[in-house]
């Protein structure tokens, strides 16, 4: 802080203060001049003063007269002693500045002779540098040359790995680096044609050639594994490696090889498939379970079958592995080629399978039988050709040939059983009821029809074969009824066709398809039911005496004269013959034809008494008519006939 700052006036100034009043009054005094403008200073706007009169305190201590007096020697000596400092601080820089001086121009001298030296230097060694850059420059040109050269030879040539993996031997085991390297050989192969669009056609058809041998080399030692592999694959259980996969999937290029390697497989399945069917007839499944398929020869239908499902399995399993082999392959035809080994795989097993099902239908185990069989031989034939789907293999030709042969051998059973029908026709028995020839037969029918419905054939198969076989059974058997009930009177010969023919009908309601027949049998019922109406309805006119009158009247004619007047047909024979009626009303059940007794079917026999009473009723409202007609000169007509037609009928409903 600036120290506190102490004038004394001194009094001859204090005089001219207390007189200043009359020094206004002097403007033009110097003295007063200058004192006013001291006294009119601001110290606070002078900043000059300020850092002088600040300077000043630092040495001006004590205001006193001689201080004062002596202030501007102190003064001066301050400003000297300064100034003398400042000399000799200016001298130690002036100093240092000559000897930086010195140091610059000695480090100017060695930049020079160094400069010197460096433009000798390069004059000396200019040669030298323009030869360093040249071959700088030739040394760069040479590792783009070496790695254009690498490039070359990494795109267009095989490493020593993959020639020694590709040229192995005839027993080298073939492994996923073959393949890596003859993929890597297609590749260069198809890559070097594009040498030859430019200047290096030489080296393109070069490297082109011996792409092209080495990959006829590797095709063919691919080949030769593949092939012993295929005809290791001999026993019951194949199991398809990867790499036989991948080999097949490498061989499709070339077609030839690719079809001499299935054919390889195809024939070592068949030995396997083959044995494996033989085994399966004589010896059974490992162990003895399941039992030898020859032991059940005694059961025709499980026999067939177990033979049938084996070979069905066997198809499967070995299109199984033929498509594990092919899963890769994707050239046009693998299917084709596929069917046809399975079809040339299951060819050896048709011999034997031919054989022993023809031994079994020769039997001639019976028509049912034989029908079953049939039925069985199609659904394998139906099941198997989901499997090999082209119709030329050899085992499904078999199937369909030994189906042919047992249903002409049913056919024939059946046409066999017709013959010996016709050949001794058996009279009705006296309850009129089916035959035993009839039964029997309808039985055959029945088991034929219900192994026909169990059937897994499809269904349009299904429908022909049940249309042929109801041509064959059915249509003799009404011949036979026919023929068997020729001799019959009319009642018996309608009750007993009714009751063959209910028979029938009966039998064939159980199954389906049976429409057309079942429409036909129930025209044939309706005919005989007729008749059997009818024939009830004379019994009963006959036995109630309305048999003669009814006949009368309906025969009569207006120029006959009245009706009164024809013999037998007078008041009193009329009244007799109501007596009769009436007892005939008062119990109808009682008139009823033995031959009724004799059907099979309650239905049939209340439909022919409802009928047959309707008849009745009919009958004798026209002889009401007849006899209460004027014409006919009845005298007092209610009392011969007192029961009105109306109720007649409320007495039969």
């Given at each position: 802080m600036m120290p506190d700052i102490k004038l004394e006036v001194p009094a001859d100034t204090s005089n001219l203060i207390n007189n200043s009043s009359n020094a206004t009054t002097q403007p033009s005094n110097p003295l007063s001049r200058k004192l006013n403008k001291i006294l009119e200073t601001r110290l606070d706007n002078d900043k000059e003063m300020l850092e002088a009169l600040k300077a000043l305190s630092a040495f001006f201590s004590e205001n006193s007269l001689r201080t004062r007096r002596n202030l501007r020697g102190d003064i001066e000596r301050r400003s000297l002693a300064i100034n003398e400092e400042f000399v000799r601080i200016f001298k130690d820089v002036k100093e240092e500045l000559e000897s930086m001086h010195e140091?610059?121009?000695?480090?100017?001298?060695?930049?020079?002779d160094m400069t010197n030296r460096l433009k000798a230097a390069k004059e000396q060694t200019q040669d030298l540098t323009a030869k360093t850059t040249k071959l700088q420059g030739e040394n760069h040109q040479l590792e783009v040359r070496a790695q254009v050269a690498r490039a070359f030879l990494a795109k267009f040539q095989l490493s020593s790995e993959e020639m020694s993996t590709l040229r192995g031997g005839r027993d080298t085991a073939v492994t996923e680096d073959f393949f890596k390297a003859l993929t890597r050989v297609k590749h260069i192969h198809d890559d070097v044609k594009i040498l030859l669009r430019t200047n290096q056609q030489t080296a393109g058809l070069e490297i082109m050639e011996?792409?092209?041998?080495?990959?006829?080399?590797?095709?063919?030692?691919?080949?030769?594994?593949?092939?012993?592999?295929?005809?290791?694959?001999?026993?019951?259980?194949?199991?398809i490696t990867p790499v036989l996969s991948q080999a097949m999937e490498a061989l499709q290029d070339r077609p030839v090889l690719f079809k001499y390697t299935l054919d390889e497989f195809g024939t070592a399945r068949r030995c396997a498939v083959v044995r494996g069917f033989i085994d399966a007839l004589t010896r059974g499944g490992p162990g003895g379970t399941p039992r030898p398929i020859e032991m059940h020869s005694h059961d025709p239908m499980r026999y067939v079958g177990d033979m049938l499902a084996w070979l069905h399995q066997a198809t499967a399993s070995e299109k199984e592995h033929l498509e594990a082999l092919l899963k890769l392959v994707t050239m046009q035809g693998v299917e084709e080629s596929m069917q046809d080994v399975v079809g040339h795989v299951t060819e050896g097993v048709c011999r034997p399978l031919k054989v022993r099902i023809e031994q079994v239908i020769v039997a001639e185990p019976g028509a049912v039988l034989l029908y079953k069989m049939s039925n069985l031989l199609?659904?394998?034939?139906?099941?198997?050709s989901g499997i090999v789907r082209t119709s030329a293999a050899t085992l499904l030709t078999t199937i369909e040939e030994m189906h042919i042969l047992s249903k002409k051998m049913f056919f024939n059973s059946l046409s066999l059983h017709a013959s010996k029908l016709m050949d001794k026709i058996e009279l009705p028995p006296p309850d009129l009821g089916p035959t035993g020839a009839l039964t029997q037969t309808l039985s055959l029918l029945r088991?034929?029809?219900?192994?026909?419905?169990?059937?897994?054939?499809?269904?349009?198969?299904?429908?022909?074969?049940?249309?042929?076989?109801?041509?064959?059974?059915?249509?003799?058997l009404l011949q036979l009824c026919t023929v068997s009930a020729s001799n019959l009177g009319t009642a018996d010969m309608a009750t007993y066709m009714v009751n063959s023919l209910y028979m029938m009908k009966t039998t064939l309601a159980l199954f389906e398809f049976t429409d057309k027949r079942l429409e036909m049998l129930e025209f044939q019922i309706e005919a005989h039911l007729d008749t059997l109406i009818n024939e009830q309805a004379s019994y009963v006119l006959t036995r109630a005496g309305l048999s003669y009158i009814y006949n009368c009247v309906q025969q009569h004619r207006p120029e006959q004269g009245p009706l009164a007047n024809i013999p037998s047909m007078d008041s009193s024979s009329l009244k007799a013959a109501m007596v009769q009626f009436d007892r005939y009303l008062s119990s109808p059940d009682s008139l009823l034809m033995p031959q009724l007794?004799?059907?099979l079917s309650a239905t049939l026999k209340e439909q022919i008494f409802k009928q047959s009473t309707e008849l009745v009723c009919r009958a004798y409202s026209e002889v009401h008519t007849a006899v209460t007609d004027p014409l006919n000169q009845y005298k007092e007509p209610e009392s011969i006939l007192y029961r009105s037609p109306q109720q007649v009928q409320t007495l039969f409903s």
């Amino acid at each position: 802080m600036m120290p506190d700052i102490k004038l004394e006036v001194p009094a001859d100034t204090s005089n001219l203060i207390n007189n200043s009043s009359n020094a206004t009054t002097q403007p033009s005094n110097p003295l007063s001049r200058k004192l006013n403008k001291i006294l009119e200073t601001r110290l606070d706007n002078d900043k000059e003063m300020l850092e002088a009169l600040k300077a000043l305190s630092a040495f001006f201590s004590e205001n006193s007269l001689r201080t004062r007096r002596n202030l501007r020697g102190d003064i001066e000596r301050r400003s000297l002693a300064i100034n003398e400092e400042f000399v000799r601080i200016f001298k130690d820089v002036k100093e240092e500045l000559e000897s930086m001086h010195e140091d610059v121009q000695a480090m100017s001298s060695c930049c020079e002779d160094m400069t010197n030296r460096l433009k000798a230097a390069k004059e000396q060694t200019q040669d030298l540098t323009a030869k360093t850059t040249k071959l700088q420059g030739e040394n760069h040109q040479l590792e783009v040359r070496a790695q254009v050269a690498r490039a070359f030879l990494a795109k267009f040539q095989l490493s020593s790995e993959e020639m020694s993996t590709l040229r192995g031997g005839r027993d080298t085991a073939v492994t996923e680096d073959f393949f890596k390297a003859l993929t890597r050989v297609k590749h260069i192969h198809d890559d070097v044609k594009i040498l030859l669009r430019t200047n290096q056609q030489t080296a393109g058809l070069e490297i082109m050639e011996q792409m092209a041998l080495l990959q006829e080399t590797s095709y063919e030692q691919l080949y030769r594994w593949a092939q012993n592999e295929c005809r290791g694959l001999t026993q019951e259980t194949c199991d398809i490696t990867p790499v036989l996969s991948q080999a097949m999937e490498a061989l499709q290029d070339r077609p030839v090889l690719f079809k001499y390697t299935l054919d390889e497989f195809g024939t070592a399945r068949r030995c396997a498939v083959v044995r494996g069917f033989i085994d399966a007839l004589t010896r059974g499944g490992p162990g003895g379970t399941p039992r030898p398929i020859e032991m059940h020869s005694h059961d025709p239908m499980r026999y067939v079958g177990d033979m049938l499902a084996w070979l069905h399995q066997a198809t499967a399993s070995e299109k199984e592995h033929l498509e594990a082999l092919l899963k890769l392959v994707t050239m046009q035809g693998v299917e084709e080629s596929m069917q046809d080994v399975v079809g040339h795989v299951t060819e050896g097993v048709c011999r034997p399978l031919k054989v022993r099902i023809e031994q079994v239908i020769v039997a001639e185990p019976g028509a049912v039988l034989l029908y079953k069989m049939s039925n069985l031989l199609k659904f394998y034939h139906h099941t198997i050709s989901g499997i090999v789907r082209t119709s030329a293999a050899t085992l499904l030709t078999t199937i369909e040939e030994m189906h042919i042969l047992s249903k002409k051998m049913f056919f024939n059973s059946l046409s066999l059983h017709a013959s010996k029908l016709m050949d001794k026709i058996e009279l009705p028995p006296p309850d009129l009821g089916p035959t035993g020839a009839l039964t029997q037969t309808l039985s055959l029918l029945r088991e034929v029809l219900a192994s026909h419905d169990s059937s897994v054939v499809p269904l349009d198969a299904r429908q022909a074969d049940f249309a042929q076989v109801l041509l064959c059974i059915l249509d003799p058997l009404l011949q036979l009824c026919t023929v068997s009930a020729s001799n019959l009177g009319t009642a018996d010969m309608a009750t007993y066709m009714v009751n063959s023919l209910y028979m029938m009908k009966t039998t064939l309601a159980l199954f389906e398809f049976t429409d057309k027949r079942l429409e036909m049998l129930e025209f044939q019922i309706e005919a005989h039911l007729d008749t059997l109406i009818n024939e009830q309805a004379s019994y009963v006119l006959t036995r109630a005496g309305l048999s003669y009158i009814y006949n009368c009247v309906q025969q009569h004619r207006p120029e006959q004269g009245p009706l009164a007047n024809i013999p037998s047909m007078d008041s009193s024979s009329l009244k007799a013959a109501m007596v009769q009626f009436d007892r005939y009303l008062s119990s109808p059940d009682s008139l009823l034809m033995p031959q009724l007794n004799f059907l099979l079917s309650a239905t049939l026999k209340e439909q022919i008494f409802k009928q047959s009473t309707e008849l009745v009723c009919r009958a004798y409202s026209e002889v009401h008519t007849a006899v209460t007609d004027p014409l006919n000169q009845y005298k007092e007509p209610e009392s011969i006939l007192y029961r009105s037609p109306q109720q007649v009928q409320t007495l039969f409903s």
